[in-house]
């Protein structure tokens, strides 16, 4: 069973930055995974964001290319977001996700495609 804990959401100004953090725990040894950021704003359906997997490629919502970086740090078993010249829509409640045995070349990067789930952490950008 993986676990995910989120933190790092808050609020911020349009322009500004947040970085989220995502730390994983108890799980053992899979040879591949694919993890990941979904966001979901009242009243939309909850959208991929950014991913990365075992292979170290990532993915991007067109919507935050170039705004955004994952990353990870597996000493820590720790995944991060940082997010940069945030604006009003990207407001948002941000969950981290994570699919074992899979890569971002064989999973969906949808939401049924996932098999676990942070509780999530808001992030409200103003302007």
């Known amino acids: 069973q993986v676990h995910l804990v989120e933190s790092g959401g808050g609020s911020v100004q349009a322009g500004g930055s947040l970085r989220l953090s995502c730390a994983a725990s108890g799980y053992t040894y899979y040879s591949s995974y694919c993890m990941g950021w979904f966001r979901q704003a009242p009243g939309k359906t909850r959208e991929g964001v950014a991913f990365i997997d075992s292979d170290g490629d990532t993915f991007y919502a067109d919507s935050v290319k170039g705004r955004f970086t994952i990353s990870e740090d597996n000493a820590e078993n720790t995944l991060y977001l940082q997010m940069n010249s945030l604006m009003p829509e990207d407001t948002a409640t941000y969950y981290c996700?994570?699919?074992?045995?899979?890569?971002?070349?064989?999973?969906?990067?949808?939401?049924?495609?996932?098999?676990?789930w942070g509780q999530g952490t808001q992030v409200t950008v103003s302007s």
């Open positions: 996700a994570a699919e074992m045995e899979g890569t971002i070349e064989t999973v969906d990067l949808v939401p049924l495609d996932f098999s676990y």
